[in-house]
């Protein structure tokens, strides 16, 4: 009697031994899972941040683009302005040089011909 009380004894510790064990196996397994939460928690928030910060670069860099291409816009404007001034001013002057030029043949002798 004494040794089937101590062969059940010893079953029960076993399965008292078992149901520890599955216990620290599941509290382990839930603590890989809220790690594995943790993690992802931080790597979203991670990748926000470089989110925002790689879009405020790059709306920095289009604002300094678009600065320098309406600064372009505005000088070439500025400088077909000038030519157009310069055109007018102008126009009637080469006009009347290029009839002049055309129009009065005076007949000469080229450099180069003989006279025999």
Do not use: W
Not at 8 to 30: F, H, M, P, V, W
Not at 34 to 44: F, L, P, S
Not at 54 to 64: A, F
Request: proline share 1%; charged share 35%; hydrophobic share 25%.
């Amino acid at each position: 009697m004494l040794q089937s009380r101590g062969i059940t004894d010893l079953i029960s510790a076993e399965k008292e031994a078992q149901g520890r064990i599955e216990e620290a196996r599941k509290r382990k397994n839930k603590r890989l899972k809220e790690a594995q939460n943790e993690a992802k928690t931080e790597i979203e928030h991670f990748k926000g941040d470089r989110d925002q910060r790689y879009k405020s670069l790059e709306q920095q860099q289009l604002g300094n683009r678009n600065q320098m291409t309406e600064e372009s816009n505005r000088t070439t404007q500025v400088q077909i302005g000038d030519l157009k001034d310069q055109y007018e001013s102008n126009k009637g002057a080469l006009l009347e040089r290029i009839l002049t030029l055309v129009c009065d043949i005076k007949p000469e002798s080229h450099i180069n011909a003989r006279i025999d």
